[in-house]
């Protein structure tokens, strides 16, 4: 069943088409990777699937409600970890995550004990009352990651969500969405230009280019093909330059 789709939705800004006839189609329980270029249309996707932006064209469905008529609902289904990690600084991470808990209308007693074991899981739990801006780069993220998880949304968004973090803390994060999608039927929106992680977690990607879907593919299926090899194994790398190159000679 796909849950989030969207058929033929344009955007412009001043003219200039930020998507551009998009067709997109995510299944419930999916880690779906938004692959391209800065610029390439990321962003406002996601925007407009939050409900953000209303679309010139085209409709967006995310589980059966429109963004811009149920924007309260889908965004209520929604976490998501932005570039900035929008934490107060000024308050200690519980405070800090008490706070977004009852924001989302989590009661006292699901909070502390969904932040507790989420702290735990992230090993920040002997870092719970030390204020934010004392963090480093990679903790605040992990603060951020956890927010935006707290409240078992159906739909995570994740922009960048490797950086800043350490190869250890990586792997966890990586297990982690991978039992929240398979064991909780989570579905997850990643962008990023890590294209290793892509390919280690995620079941399908698709890479945009001038607000267009250029390609659109499974893991599995890409991995058992005969192309876009080095090394004899599929590289994710060596398809997004053939792709990339591929579509500049088509815009010349």
């Not at 149920?70 to 965004?75: A, I, L, M, S």
């Not at 803390?169 to 579905?187: F, I, P, V």
């Not at 001038?210 to 060596?238: A, C, M, P």
Request: charged share 25%; net charge negative.
């Amino acid at each position: 069943m796909r849950n989030i789709q969207f058929e033929g939705v344009r955007k412009s800004f001043g003219g200039v088409a930020a998507v551009n006839g998009l067709d997109l189609s995510i299944a419930e329980g999916e880690i779906y990777a938004l692959l391209g270029h800065n610029g390439a249309g990321k962003t406002t996707t996601l925007r407009l699937l939050l409900g953000l932006l209303e679309p010139d064209e085209g409709d967006i469905l995310v589980f059966g409600s429109n963004p811009i008529r149920d924007g309260n609902t889908v965004r209520g289904m929604c976490g998501v970890l932005s570039e900035d990690v929008g934490l107060y600084e000024s308050l200690n991470v519980w405070d800090n995550l008490m706070y977004y808990a009852d924001i989302y209308g989590m009661s006292r007693v699901e909070s502390s004990s969904r932040i507790d074991g989420l702290l735990r899981t992230f090993e920040l739990h002997d870092k719970k009352r030390t204020i934010v801006k004392g963090l480093s780069t990679g903790m605040r993220k992990k603060v951020a990651l956890i927010r935006a998880m707290l409240h078992r949304p159906r739909l995570l968004i994740l922009d960048e969500p490797t950086n800043g973090l350490d190869p250890v803390s990586t792997t966890d994060l990586r297990k982690m969405l991978s039992r929240l999608a398979k064991e909780e039927g989570t579905t997850i929106i990643m962008t990023t230009h890590h294209l290793e992680e892509v390919q280690k977690l995620c079941d399908r990607i698709t890479i945009l280019r001038h607000g267009r879907n250029i390609f659109t593919d499974s893991i599995s299926v890409l991995q058992d093909s005969k192309h876009y090899l080095e090394n004899g194994q599929f590289s994710l790398e060596k398809l997004y330059m053939d792709m990339d190159m591929e579509q500049g000679e088509d815009d010349e």
